[in-house]
Nanobody
Framework: QVQLVESGGGLVQAGGSLRLSCAAS????????MGWFRQAPGKEREFVAA????????YYTDSLKGRFTISRDNAKNTVYLQMSSLKPEDTAVYYC?????????????????WGQGTQVTVSS
């Protein structure tokens, strides 16, 4: 079992930056692929990024490459999402998620554990 708690969301102006954190409980955090997803009002949850258990491999949705960076610190049981050059269309609830195995995939249904989400609002 893994419990996930996101933090770091808030209100930011367009062009600004935020760093989201996701703290995980459990001794097996380092064995999970971790992902970030987001869900805007009225839209489906969409994949943002994923990172391998070691942090050596990352995978991003094409539209966010270059602006968002996923990283993890296994000693702190924490995964991060650094977001820069934020746009109003980045406004959403951001969720972290964990999945077993080795695949850094974008499918929502392949992730086993989810946090409660943190709101990010980007004003124009």
């Amino acid at each position: 079992q893994v419990q996930l708690v996101e933090s770091g969301g808030g209100l930011v102006q367009a062009g600004g930056s935020l760093r989201l954190s996701c703290a995980a409980s459990g001794r097996t955090f380092s064995s999970y692929v971790m992902g970030w997803f987001r869900q805007a009002p009225g839209k489906e949850r969409e994949f943002v990024a994923a990172i391998s258990w070691s942090g050596g491999s990352t995978y991003y949705t094409d539209s966010l490459k270059g602006r968002f960076t996923i990283s993890r610190d296994n000693a702190k049981n924490t995964v991060y999402l650094q977001m820069s050059s934020l746009k109003p269309e980045d406004t959403a609830v951001y969720y972290c998620a964990a999945r077993g195995g080795l695949v850094l995939g974008p499918r929502v249904d392949k992730y086993d554990y989810w946090g409660q989400g943190t709101q990010v609002t980007v004003s124009s």
